[in-house]
């Protein structure tokens, strides 16, 4: 770095050197020039150094802004890829914790590659991510405790046992946000995939986010890559938003999904474009005879410009795990391109619960396996104990005002014989068959419902009702609470 010295200045040193060049003292004198360069240089560029942390400023919008910023540097973070943060990452939230009341604290995370483990985060906090900033997600096993299966699920989704905690972590809080410049998680997945398809894990998957058991949940405008398994899975929780978030993942990736609300109240899901080996945005509410037992649904769920590309699995799927129930699910302005099919619902026997109150309205598809997809044996089971008797409910099911081109089928539709998924309705809604797609359009049984401006002509169990009768498929009116929640504009420096 350049100091600049004034030109008058410059030229009297100069002369003064030119004097004392032939002086026996010339040498001492000249060491002490240089030394007291080097000083002032050190000073200068100490001053910029500390300048320019002092200038690295950012904003963003979120639920809630915070009174206390650190950076991970300030607790031995070293960003070179290599070496392990996971007890830096410990030691700052940890710190952190001091502040664990409504003025809150962040985490702010610089530019560079950080190495860690498994962390868990606290409530009234704000992890904040670089736009440079990569979270490197260790390969090393010792970095990711083990804890019990959900309970809902009754056990791992991989093995019977437990299942490794998820990259970043939290349970019982309040007030939480993941967030950055579009700063990157790196799950480095690969392994894990094959240790997956080797059937070696002892425990199931890590997950890179996982919230449970909380309230006031805000992950935004990030991009997460090569997820171990699910990228994002708030649990147990409500008032959740999800917006501008990236994820991609081969689209080979075992179970990989995307965005999975599990037993969870009045979430958002906004602006998000996601490329994945499963489910891009995959509905949940417990497993079988312990998401019966537990009994917590999800309801009030907003899907809205969600982008996915998914050859394998759903844009959207409900199920299978739907054991507590899923009810009021609203979903528009849905993008999807080369995936299976449009909107999926799996259950089977033995799951119980309900899929119900679902409305999906202006869905654009192209290349697809199927626009529309219901599934009443999906034989996935947690163990031989479920309940034969347990049949699910599937009813006022609502797709309207969309255009699907390059559709292997229009419709998949299969209830279960002695539990028909009534409720059914589609309205304005046009499917371009590929030209080489060699089944029937529409395939139907044990179903009820009635469809209006349908092309292909639909099965005969959703006869067409004329356009008067429109109106039965309409996309609710009123709002979610959490679609009112403003958030607050914060700023820092740090």
Known sequence: MATYIPQTNTKVLFLIMELLWKSHMMKVIKLGYVLLLVTLLNSKVSESKKDKIISTSFEYNAINCRANSVSLKDFGGVGDGKTSNTKAFQSAISHLS?????????????????????????????????????????????????????????????????????????????DVIVTGDNGTIDGQGSFWWQEFHKKKLKYTRPYLIELMFTDNIQISNLTLLNSPSWNIHPVYSSNIIIKGVTIIAPIRSPNTDGINPDSCTNTKIEDCYIVSGDDCVAVKSGWDEYGIKFGWPTKQLIIRRLTCISPYSATIALGSEMSGGIQDVRAEDITAVHTESGIRIKTAVGRGG???????????????????????????????????????????????????EDVSMAANLEGISNDPFTGICISNVTISIAAKAKKQPWTCNDIQGITSGVTPKPCDLLPDQGTEEIKDCDFPSDYLPIDILELKKCSYSI
Do not use: C
């Open 98 to 174: 001091k502040y664990d009341s409504e003025e809150g604290s962040q985490l702010y995370v610089p530019a560079g590659k950080w190495l860690t483990g498994s962390f868990s985060l606290i409530s009234h906090f704000t992890l904040y991510l670089h736009k440079d900033a990569v979270l490197l997600a260790s390969q090393d096993v010792k970095e990711w405790p083990v804890i019990k299966p959900l309970p809902s699920y009754g056990r791992g989704r991989d093995a019977a046992a437990g299942r490794y905690s998820s990259l970043i972590f939290g349970t019982n809080l309040t």
């Open 354 to 404: 309900y899929v119900k109150d679902i409305y999906v309205k202006r869905m654009t598809m192209h290349t697809m396996k199927w626009a529309f997809w219901i599934t009443g044996n999906y034989g996935s089971h947690a163990d031989k104990n479920y309940d034969h008797n347990a049949l699910p409910e599937i009813k006022n099911i609502n797709y309207r005002d969309m255009v699907a």
